[in-house]
């Protein structure tokens, strides 16, 4: 479990986010806010690149090995590329030697999960909880605390680092 400086922190690193521009176009809810289910194909596709697009809107996935994201070793936060929303601490990352970022753990609330039997076996595929975007798939050969690893699309993600102490 993610004690409550990560939390802290993950909430700040989101708030010193770069905010959405309100004239790009996208449905928006009463208070501002961006409508994330009304979100049409045509304005992913206009926000994303078309490798991002493949991934957080077609469930692809990316080459293993790709991902400059994969090297990353400084303190902060692990968002989704499609709408800011914070997934990972860098607290619960590590390097599973798979190609792609790789997590023992996710933020609370940060995704949802579903069978994905695309490979004739059933596997555990998640999604960023607030905009739909595929991330990735979860397997039980991860380390200790959970045994759990949370294998990333380096593309479907963007890194927010911890503001200097």
Same mark, same amino acid.
């Given at each position: 479990?993610?004690?409550?400086?990560?939390?802290?922190?993950?909430?700040?690193?989101?708030?010193?986010?770069?905010?959405?521009?309100?004239?790009?176009?996208?449905?928006?809810?009463?208070?501002?806010?961006?409508?994330? &289910?009304?979100? /049409?194909?045509?304005? @992913? =596709?206009?926000?994303?690149?078309?490798?991002?697009?493949?991934?957080? !809107?077609?469930? $692809?996935?990316?080459?293993?090995?790709?991902?400059?994201?994969?090297?990353?070793?400084?303190?902060?936060?692990?968002?989704?590329?499609?709408?800011?929303?914070?997934?990972?601490?860098?607290?619960?990352?590590?390097?599973?030697?798979?190609?792609?970022?790789?997590?023992?753990?996710?933020?609370?609330? &940060?995704?949802? /999960?579903?069978?994905? @039997? =695309?490979?004739?076996?059933?596997?555990?595929?998640?999604?960023?909880? !607030?905009?739909? $975007?595929?991330?990735?798939?979860?397997?039980?050969?991860?380390?200790?605390?959970?045994?759990?690893?949370?294998?990333?699309?380096?593309?479907?993600?963007?890194?927010?680092?911890?503001?200097?102490?």
């Amino acid at each position: 479990m993610l004690d409550r400086r990560v939390f802290v922190l993950s909430a700040s690193a989101l708030i010193a986010a770069p905010a959405f521009a309100l004239d790009d176009g996208l449905p928006r809810l009463p208070d501002g806010e961006i409508d994330w &289910a009304n979100v /049409t194909r045509a304005q @992913w =596709r206009e926000r994303l690149t078309p490798e991002q697009f493949d991934v957080l !809107r077609r469930e $692809g996935t990316e080459r293993p090995g790709s991902s400059p994201l994969n090297a990353e070793r400084r303190a902060g936060t692990y968002a989704c590329a499609g709408c800011g929303l914070p997934l990972f601490s860098s607290q619960a990352k590590y390097e599973s030697g798979t190609g792609w970022p790789s997590f023992w753990d996710h933020l609370e609330g &940060a995704v949802n /999960t579903k069978t994905d @039997w =695309r490979l004739w076996t059933p596997r555990t595929e998640y999604h960023c909880s !607030r905009c739909g $975007g595929h991330q990735g798939h979860v397997f039980d050969d991860g380390p200790e605390p959970t045994g759990q690893r949370w294998c990333n699309n380096g593309v479907a993600l963007t890194f927010i680092p911890d503001a200097p102490a």
